[in-house]
């Protein structure tokens, strides 16, 4: 039951918004946003951990809602270098140290 | 500076061979991981190791096995047994063996079947 990212993928203008949410049916602990850009691994942007709380990063930000086990990532007056696809990986409390991954969200952002 | 490596970047396996693919690290991290990537998927668990001389199965394991032997390096080697080899293989490793941890990934190796 891996959780589920949305959108899929979205195409976007530099300098214009993005939301992308991370929804799990399984109860949560933490919440890892990743960025992977084509043949490249993943690199690592946040963890958000139980307690409802928010975090930021230069332009991008994330908030976990831990009753709704769902979190939502924001990008923020996108540049060309937010391109990629977007991964949550989410700790649960049955999970025993693993991360469950969602199918990722592709982010393109035109010039 | 501080890393994981992982080699080769390209690796192709004939019919009834098995292949190993390595996977070493300097960030002085207890916990290792090996995943698979296919396109247009997320990652998936094959095997994860919590420290050293000990390692359990994630959800993919069947057709795979490691070892962990010293603490810097975590092999995976793909056996005959696995059918369907061709994937994008990553090695990630945490600090401790939590969900709360960051976990930093290599370049990874991508295997086809010759």
């Known amino acids: 039951q891996q959780p589920v990212q949305s959108p899929q993928a979205v195409i976007l203008r530099e300098g214009e918004d993005a939301v992308i949410n991370c929804s799990s049916s399984?109860?949560?602990?933490?919440v890892h946003w990743y960025r992977q850009k084509h043949g490249e691994a993943p690199v690592f942007l946040m963890i958000?951990?139980?307690g409802g709380e928010q975090k930021g990063h230069e332009k991008i930000s994330a908030s976990f809602n831990e009753k709704k086990q769902q979190s939502s990532l924001y990008l923020t007056a996108s540049q060309l270098s937010y391109s990629g696809t977007y991964f949550c990986?989410?700790?649960?409390?049955?999970?025993?140290?693993?991360?469950?991954w969602g199918a990722g969200t592709k982010l393109i952002i035109k010039p | 500076d501080g890393g994981i490596t992982q080699s080769p970047k390209y690796l192709f396996r004939k019919e009834g061979q098995n292949v190993t693919l390595s996977c070493e690290q300097n960030?002085?991290?207890?916990?290792m991981y090996w995943y698979r990537q296919d396109p247009g998927q997320g990652l998936r668990l094959i095997y994860y190791?919590?420290?050293?001389?000990?390692?359990q199965k994630g959800d993919i394991a069947e057709g795979y096995s490691v070892s962990r032997e010293k603490k810097e390096s975590f092999p995976l080697t793909v056996t005959s047994a696995q059918k369907n080899p061709t994937a994008f293989y990553l090695c990630?490793?945490?600090?401790?063996?939590?969900?709360?941890?960051?976990?930093?990934f290599g370049d990874g190796t991508r295997l086809s079947i010759l």
């Open positions: 990986g989410t700790g649960r409390v049955d999970s025993n140290y693993q991360l469950i």
């Open positions: 190791s919590q420290i050293v001389n000990d390692f």
């Open positions: 958000l951990l139980k």
């Open positions: 960030l002085n991290h207890d916990a």
């Open positions: 399984k109860a949560l602990y933490s």
């Open positions: 990630a490793s945490s600090r401790r063996p939590a969900g709360n941890q960051p976990q930093h």
